[in-house]
């Protein structure tokens, strides 16, 4: 297990969320895969999407797109280390989760030209909070459910040079396998294989909101 570094100290998570998970993102990568936190495999290799999640992500996922499977894939999280369970999930909640999610992005070494794609709730909102929580907004005031991941799967969103993926993690894959459907769906559209259902450009990203 990597212990934390010190530019963690600060954080929510310093002291009660365990090791320390850095990116593992290669040279000329064309396509990061952004999930929620580490899992307690991740935790004691030090390396991301090395458990059951990662095994989902890469077996039933990424083999099925040749176009990906073949390219430089790196892999990182929001958070770099697991933070203990609140309400049964290992994600922290309200001020502490934005608290931590903002201190986390000191070691992103994203690359501008890749393709990211977003697996899961967290990254989601991360990136594009203030878009999502008023569609959310609309949807209450109309009386709809809302999206939530798989009422977003397949959308594309293109800040710069850099294009984001929504995606559903595969934790949620892990528990229903019947959804691997909407996994690959998103990953072919990532790879170009599939059309786009949803796309906008986005100039000015605002996150942390």
């Given at each position: 297990m990597i212990a934390k570094p010190k530019g963690?100290?600060?954080?929510?998570l310093y002291k009660k969320g365990r090791g320390f998970v850095p990116d593992s993102i290669p040279n000329g990568a064309q396509y990061v895969m952004v999930g929620e936190?580490?899992?307690?495999?991740e935790v004691a290799q030090g390396?991301?999407?090395?458990?059951?999640?990662?095994?989902?992500?890469?077996?039933?996922?990424?083999?099925?797109?040749?176009?990906?499977?073949?390219?430089?894939?790196?892999?990182?999280n929001v958070l770099r280390c697991l933070p203990p369970k609140v309400h049964g999930r290992a994600y922290p909640q309200g001020k502490e989760r934005a608290a931590a999610e903002v201190?986390?992005?000191?070691?992103?070494?994203?690359?501008g030209?890749?393709?990211?794609?977003l697996l899961g709730e967290m990254p989601q909102r991360l990136l594009f909070g203030?878009?999502?929580?008023q569609e959310d907004v609309l949807d209450r005031r109309a009386g709809r459910e809302l999206k939530g991941v798989f009422?977003?799967?397949?959308?594309?969103?293109?800040?710069?040079?850099?294009?984001?993926?929504?995606?559903?993690?595969?934790?949620?894959?892990?528990?229903?396998?019947?959804?691997?459907?909407?996994?690959?769906?998103?990953?072919?559209?990532?790879?170009?294989?599939?059309?786009i259902f949803e796309?906008?450009?986005?100039?000015n990203m605002r996150i942390f909101l």
């Open positions: 963690c100290e600060g954080c929510p936190a580490p899992g307690a495999g390396v991301p999407f090395v458990g059951q999640a990662g095994f989902v992500l890469k077996e039933w996922g990424i083999r099925a797109v040749p176009d990906i499977a073949i390219a430089p894939i790196g892999y990182a201190h986390c992005r000191v070691y992103d070494k994203w690359p030209d890749a393709t990211f794609v203030p878009e999502l929580h009422g977003r799967v397949g959308r594309e969103r293109v800040v710069g040079e850099t294009r984001y993926i929504f995606a559903p993690h595969p934790s949620a894959v892990l528990r229903q396998p019947a959804l691997v459907q909407h996994l690959q769906r998103a990953l072919e559209i990532a790879s170009g294989a599939q059309k796309s906008k450009r986005v100039d």
